[in-house]
């Protein structure tokens, strides 16, 4: 191996890199900060960085839908002193085909972030609220914007006015900002859409009936967030979330010339929030369901936000039929409240918005879409110090089939 610092930061590798001061290893065995490994990944279809949960990452050849995959133990020859720091998530795995890469060297995870919000219709508004109730410990201020004066001051007033009596819980405060200031934050939340399908039009997948309008709408701030040189994560709410993120990870890495440069947004910095309702739902259709009772405990999700959505009743005992009975449920729970004749949105503004997010800064394990070998899949995962952690499995094949057959349809689509 071979070990470098550059200014404090200590990183090592397999394969010699030119023009890095080289050090002793004592001095990187003995560090008790993250170190970096430095490796070399095809770029169009890998992150930039990710956390090194599992010694089999350091030789990884490609990205893809296997990251989720649990591989066979090997024997791995690394140093005791390695493999103690991967089991302490002390090591993040920096891939140096992108022209940015030293810019995760200066990356620190704030124990509170500030949040800025584009987008204040009935998931926006419905979000700043859920993050003013649950993100005192770790918001320090939410900004919001858009483009109706009257809304932006409703909510400024209204939320801001959410209060408990005689105690000292923190409430971050809610900000009325300005365009330009969007990007002066830690995580940018995008819940602005164009054109929702009103009530009545159940017969379709409202949220592909979205996506042309919507993606118009977040290319132009994907464009602004690599103007900004921002460093924060991209988080993307609205409508198609996986699609949307894709979008906005081409767009902010294209540049005037039309070609592909990677000097926008990392894939690791964007983020689509639309699995953690369809987790909820799963578990609201299970336990109206004797045989299903035990996805809570037991059961995974997969996939994106509507149809292509994977629901497994559980990982160890794999039950196909109930898997695809909670499948069907879950994805046409937002047909049957729209057949109420309302829009659903609290519960995805919550589950999948607030309650996902305020997780996301607080290191835990959650629902939401990252970037796998070129495709935003949702799958469980935490964003740690060190970069991404995905949660890795053994798969039944059957419920991989199904998870893959998901995968590639999203890949095929962009």
């Given at each position: 191996?071979?070990?470098?610092?550059?200014?404090?930061?200590?990183?090592?590798?397999?394969?010699?890199?030119?023009?890095?001061?080289?050090?002793?290893?004592?001095?990187?065995?003995?560090?008790?900060?993250?170190?970096?490994?430095?490796?070399?990944?095809?770029?169009?279809?890998?992150?930039?960085?990710?956390?090194?949960?599992?010694?089999?990452?350091?030789?990884?050849?490609?990205?893809?839908?296997?990251?989720?995959?649990?591989?066979?133990?090997?024997?791995?020859?690394?140093?005791?002193?390695?493999?103690?720091?991967?089991?302490?998530?002390?090591?993040?795995?920096?891939?140096?085909?992108?022209?940015?890469?030293?810019?995760?060297?200066?990356?620190?995870?704030?124990?509170?972030?500030?949040?800025?919000?584009?987008?204040?219709?009935?998931?926006?508004?419905?979000?700043?609220?859920?993050?003013?109730?649950?993100?005192?410990?770790?918001?320090?201020?939410?900004?919001?914007?858009?483009?109706?004066?009257?809304?932006?001051?409703?909510?400024?007033?209204?939320?801001?006015?959410?209060?408990?009596?005689?105690?000292?819980?923190?409430?971050?405060p809610v900000k009325i900002i300005e365009e330009n200031e969007l990007f002066d934050c830690d995580m940018f939340v995008?819940?602005?859409?164009?054109?929702?399908?009103?009530?009545?039009?159940?017969?379709?997948?409202?949220?592909?009936?979205?996506?042309?309008?919507?993606?118009?709408?977040?290319?132009?701030?994907?464009?602004?967030?690599?103007?900004?040189?921002?460093?924060?994560?991209?988080?993307?709410?609205?409508?198609?979330?996986?699609?949307?993120?894709?979008?906005?990870?081409?767009?902010?890495?294209?540049?005037?010339?039309?070609?592909?440069?990677?000097?926008?947004?990392?894939?690791?910095?964007?983020?689509?929030?639309?699995?953690?309702?369809?987790?909820?739902?799963?578990?609201?259709?299970?336990?109206?369901?004797?045989?299903?009772?035990?996805?809570?405990?037991?059961?995974?999700?997969?996939?994106?936000?509507?149809?292509?959505?994977?629901?497994?009743?559980?990982?160890?005992?794999?039950?196909?039929?109930?898997?695809?009975?909670?499948?069907?449920?879950?994805?046409?729970?937002?047909?049957?409240?729209?057949?109420?004749?309302?829009?659903?949105?609290?519960?995805?503004?919550?589950?999948?918005?607030?309650?996902?997010?305020?997780?996301?800064?607080?290191?835990?394990?959650?629902?939401?879409?990252?970037?796998?070998?070129?495709?935003?899949?949702?799958?469980?995962?935490?964003?740690?110090?060190?970069?991404?952690?995905?949660?890795?499995?053994?798969?039944?094949?059957?419920?991989?089939?199904?998870?893959?057959?998901?995968?590639?349809?999203?890949?095929?689509?962009?």
């Open positions: 191996m071979y070990y470098y610092k550059i200014e404090d930061k200590l990183l090592f590798s397999n394969e010699k890199y030119d023009g890095l001061e080289e050090v002793n290893s004592e001095e990187i065995i003995e560090s008790e900060d993250n170190i970096y490994f430095l490796g070399k990944l095809e770029i169009s279809k890998s992150r930039r960085s990710f956390s090194v949960s599992d010694p089999s990452l350091l030789f990884l050849k490609e990205e893809g839908l296997k990251l989720l995959k649990k591989l066979e133990i090997e024997e791995y020859k690394l140093p005791k002193w390695l493999i103690s720091k991967i089991n302490s998530r002390k090591v993040t795995y920096i891939n140096t085909e992108y022209p940015n890469w030293k810019d995760v060297l200066y990356h620190k995870h704030k124990k509170k972030w500030k949040v800025n919000v584009i987008g204040l219709g009935d998931v926006g508004g419905t979000l700043v609220v859920g993050l003013r109730l649950v993100g005192g410990d770790c918001i320090s201020e939410i900004g919001i914007y858009g483009r109706n004066e009257s809304k932006l001051k409703r909510w400024d007033y209204e939320v801001n006015q959410i209060l408990s009596t005689f105690d000292d819980v923190y409430y971050p995008f819940c602005a859409s164009i054109g929702v399908p009103p009530v009545g039009t159940e017969d379709k997948d409202v949220r592909m009936v979205q996506f042309e309008g919507n993606s118009k709408l977040i290319k132009s701030y994907a464009k602004m967030a690599r103007r900004k040189r921002f460093k924060g994560i991209f988080a993307v709410v609205s409508d198609p979330v996986d699609l949307l993120c894709k979008s906005a990870f081409i767009c902010s890495n294209t540049n005037e010339d039309g070609k592909m440069d990677y000097n926008g947004l990392a894939p690791e910095q964007i983020r689509g929030y639309g699995l953690g309702v369809m987790h909820a739902r799963a578990v609201y259709y299970a336990s109206k369901y004797k045989e299903a009772a035990h996805y809570m405990r037991e059961g995974r999700a997969f996939g994106p936000h509507g149809e292509g959505l994977v629901i497994a009743d559980s990982i160890e005992n794999y039950n196909d039929d109930i898997s695809v009975y909670l499948t069907e449920k879950t994805i046409k729970a937002n047909i049957d409240v729209r057949k109420t004749g309302f829009k659903p949105y609290i519960a995805p503004a919550i589950s999948s918005g607030s309650l996902s997010i305020v997780a996301t800064i607080k290191q835990k394990w959650h629902y939401s879409a990252t970037f796998m070998g070129g495709v935003f899949m949702g799958a469980r995962n935490r964003q740690l110090s060190s970069g991404i952690e995905l949660e890795r499995l053994n798969f039944p094949e059957k419920l991989y089939r199904r998870i893959e057959n998901t995968y590639n349809k999203l890949r095929s689509i962009l």
